[in-house]
């Protein structure tokens, strides 16, 4: 019988790009893993390449393994990641099939919050209340469970945060190496079945890579039931360490950037000498040596530590633009979600008097949500018409007046500015900002007119998140800028201009093939503070407890959906 393949639809990798699911190639091969159970709970294994139809050939295993005891069924690409194919065995034979896919990576600096984002994003819960649900109401994604291997890395992600919440010390990197696939394979599988790849490698190449299975960590992989389709999402953590040149050329990181569905970039504020101005000054540097991933060595220079994750930041910045297969049109959409953490310290300012205007250049914040709503207005006038990218709600609020004079970029520009200058000005109040951020209640922006006739009164209705979730799960319209994703999106957009980086997004919006989106992120909840008398330790401010991984979060749900819209929900 023809064996399954269900990971069939991906064409390469969905961590890192390498060769997956086919026929030797001129890099490392991909290879197919069947797995039995074995004396002491140690698992016996059978590594095939693929042929040329897509089936096991050419095959090793491990001294005990018997076929006949086989259960399970992986695939692994080229540099190691392992993603669960099929059952062999048992009642969950046919669960393994994938009726959508998607797949995405986040990016970041070293100690952007990257990883305390991933986990608290992918653990919000996306259900609702009965009175939050009507007629047009799809059902919300149910997570379902996966292979012990499919599941550890989100496991080990939640064993440090674990000792956040317990120990108040932040994420260990060395300790999340063990997910890079040499460690993984080793650790689930045994020394020998890493060592027998390395021999395939030898045998087909010459030699084992160097850097095989020492970078890109092993995936966050999620699958869920969605009205009776099965779909699966992979995240991959990607460190700062892949947009080295000595570690990928250039040529290989682009193309394998370019088989994301979605980017995840994490933007640091803290390392920025515009956001550090901006803070209340008796509590700038309080703030920043807690929010810098405090340890013994960062705090013995706090200012060199902030220049090279600045420059890495704008590294990475840089590289996302550049030409290549990320930046070029290849007739997909490329999602980038751009992800502006450590938001509780920006609402900690404005608390203390300071206004959203005040961060950056004059007028740099007004700038930047101007920008974006007439981005957003752009590709409401393109080929797909504004169906396909606003909600109905949205588009008559704002949006439509944007597309009214395209040849007459002044007055859309006036239109533009006037509505941003009174956004921000809404959210320059503290409780309204943090509602935006985190508690995600109902809210109305009010936009007065102006001295112009084309500076009009308008009010702005934004929805709860519960609403707003609600309206995200109506079939087939998972992908559309709602009301608050407008909102969220366009005042994160100026506080990016506001750090200075406004010239790279212009750059990404004049790559009409990608469609930005901003969010406004505070993994934690709370402003973090060193605690008492250590220098590796902190705690958030005023005794707060840290969150658990699944408490709620309106900005973190609004980018758990906007990662699940590549699968289409």
């Known amino acids: 019988m023809t064996e399954p393949r269900n990971l069939a639809p991906f064409d390469a990798c ?13 890099g490392p091969p991909s290879l197919h893993l069947a797995v039995a159970p074995g004396p002491g709970g140690r698992p016996q294994w059978r590594l095939s390449l693929f042929d040329d139809h897509g089936g096991p050939g050419k095959h090793w295993q491990s001294p005990g393994y ?7 069924v992986y695939w692994l690409c080229g540099d190691g990641h392992l993603f669960f194919d099929h059952h062999l065995q048992g009642v969950r034979r046919t669960t393994a099939r994938i009726d959508r896919f998607g797949s995405a990576a986040a990016v970041g600096a070293v100690a952007a919050g990257k990883s305390y984002l991933l986990l608290r994003t992918l653990n919000q819960d996306l259900s609702l209340p009965p009175a939050g649900r009507d007629s047009r109401t799809g059902a919300p994604p ?12 989100m496991k080990a992600l939640r064993r440090e945060y674990d000792s956040t919440v317990y120990d108040n010390v932040p994420l260990d990197p060395t300790s999340l190496q ?13 020394e ?3 060592s027998q790849i390395r021999q395939i490698h030898t045998e087909l190449l010459g030699a084992s890579p160097d850097r095989w299975g020492a970078v890109v960590r092993q995936p966050i992989v999620q699958r869920y039931s969605v009205r009776g389709r099965v779909v699966i999402t992979s995240v991959a953590d990607l460190p700062g360490e892949f947009f080295k040149a000595e570690t990928y050329d250039q040529e290989y990181r682009q193309r394998a950037l370019a088989k994301y569905d979605s980017l995840l970039w994490t933007i640091d ?15 700038a540097d309080r703030l920043t040596r807690s929010s810098i991933r405090p340890d013994h060595e960062t705090l013995g220079d706090v200012a060199r530590a902030r220049s090279r994750r600045r420059v890495q930041q704008r590294d990475i910045a840089d590289r996302l633009t550049a030409q290549g297969d990320f930046g070029k049109d290849d007739g997909a959409t490329r999602k980038l979600l751009v992800c502006l953490t450590k938001a509780d310290l920006i609402t900690h300012a404005v ?25 957003v207005s752009n590709r409401c006038a393109g080929p797909i018409g504004h169906e396909a990218v606003v909600e109905q709600a949205a588009w008559t609020a704002l949006v439509r007046d944007l597309t009214q004079d395209l040849d007459v970029p002044e007055i859309r ?72 994703d407008l909102v969220m999106s366009a005042l994160t957009c100026g506080l990016v201009y506001g750090l200075g980086m406004g010239q790279t997004v212009r750059q990404l919006f004049e790559q009409r093939w990608r469609e930005v989106r901003f969010y406004l992120c505070s993994p934690f909840g709370d402003v973090p503070v060193l605690s008492p008398g250590t220098l590796d330790r902190f705690e958030l401010d005023g005794g707060h407890e840290f969150p658990a991984a699944g408490d709620p979060s309106a900005a973190l749900t609004q980018l758990k959906l906007g990662l699940l819209a590549g699968v289409q929900l």
């Not at 969905?14 to 001129?26: I, L, N, R, Y």
């Not at 018997?66 to 399970?72: F, K, L, N, R, S």
Request: proline share 7%.
């Open 66 to 72: 018997d076929p006949t005891q086989a259960q399970d």
């Open 192 to 194: 020998d079945l890493v």
């Open 14 to 26: 969905p961590a890192c790009g390498h060769d997956f699911g086919v026929a030797p190639t001129q």
């Open 142 to 153: 149910v997570k379902m469970s996966g292979t012990a291997f499919e599941e550890r890395p």
């Open 351 to 375: 608390r203390q008097g300071r206004r959203l205007t005040e961060l950056g250049r004059t007028d740099a914040v007004v700038t930047g949500v101007a920008d974006y709503l007439v981005d």
């Open 269 to 283: 504020p803290v390392v920025e000498g515009s956001f550090t101005r901006f803070l209340p000054p008796g509590d």
């Open 178 to 190: 063990e997910m890079v696939p040499a460690q993984f394979l080793w650790d689930v599988l045994g």
């Open 413 to 484: 520009e006036e239109i533009a500015r006037h509505v941003a200058r009174e956004l921000v000005a809404h959210y320059s109040d503290g409780e309204r900002l943090w509602n935006l951020i985190h508690d995600g209640g109902q809210d109305r922006i009010t936009v007065d007119a102006g001295g112009s006739e084309t500076e009009l009164t308008r009010r702005i209705p934004v929805p709860s998140i519960d609403q707003h979730v609600a309206a995200s799960l109506t079939p087939g319209e998972g992908g559309l800028l709602r009301r608050r």
